[in-house]
């Protein structure tokens, strides 16, 4: 017969073990779309080549160049839309021949709803097709165990002041 003290030990464990469960909470799926605003030059780059392979050209086609980002993300299109994050990180092509780069880049929301969270972008980026696929493997604050993936697609683009916007849906399942 087991005693009282065990019992008890038993009865806190249990305790422990619902509590834990609950702190977790319910499986949510979360939808956003967004636009990273792109000045990869200009008076006030957001997206700067910072090395490469020497002697060599540093560009998104040339293998080895590593580039570090801080693109204001909107609501909207236009980049006088509010800002609902930012987008901080580095690209690294990544593929022999320039296709695909490989993205490493953590969405650091600002806005009302969501700033303090975070949302963490990594895998290659096939980076000259139309609609570009990339996996979200974690996150932050309101996206604790997020995961999920977020698609890419280049809407503006003006070559003359190397600026695009690019849109992006993302999909996360979290706690
Ligand atoms: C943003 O809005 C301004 C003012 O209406 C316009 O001149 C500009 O072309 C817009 N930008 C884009 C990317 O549509
Ligand atoms: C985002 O979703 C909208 C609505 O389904 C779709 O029209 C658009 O093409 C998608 N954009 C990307 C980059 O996936």
Redesign the pocket.
Same mark, same amino acid.
């Given at each position: 017969m087991a005693s009282n003290s065990s019992k008890l030990a038993l009865v806190l464990l249990l305790a422990t073990l619902a509590c834990s469960q609950a702190e977790l909470g319910q499986l949510k799926e979360t939808t956003m @779309?967004v636009y990273f605003q792109d000045w990869s030059g200009g008076p006030n780059p957001t997206m700067i080549p910072i090395t490469g392979v020497s002697h060599g050209e540093w560009s998104f086609r040339k293998f080895g160049t590593v580039f570090c980002t801080d693109d204001p993300i909107t609501e909207g299109l236009n980049a006088t839309s509010a800002e609902v994050a930012r987008g901080q990180g580095m690209y690294v092509t990544s593929a022999l021949d320039g296709s695909n780069t490989h993205v490493l880049i953590s969405i650091v929301f600002t806005n009302e709803e969501y700033g303090g969270s975070t949302l963490e972008i990594q895998g290659a980026s096939r980076q000259f097709e139309r609609?570009r696929e990339v996996s979200v493997v974690a996150g932050t604050g309101k996206f604790r165990f997020a995961r999920g993936y977020a @698609?890419? %697609?280049t809407v503006y683009l003006d070559m003359s002041s190397a600026y695009s916007v690019i %849109?992006?849906?993302i999909t996360i399942l979290h706690y």
């Open positions: @779309t609609i @698609t890419f %697609e %849109e992006s849906n």
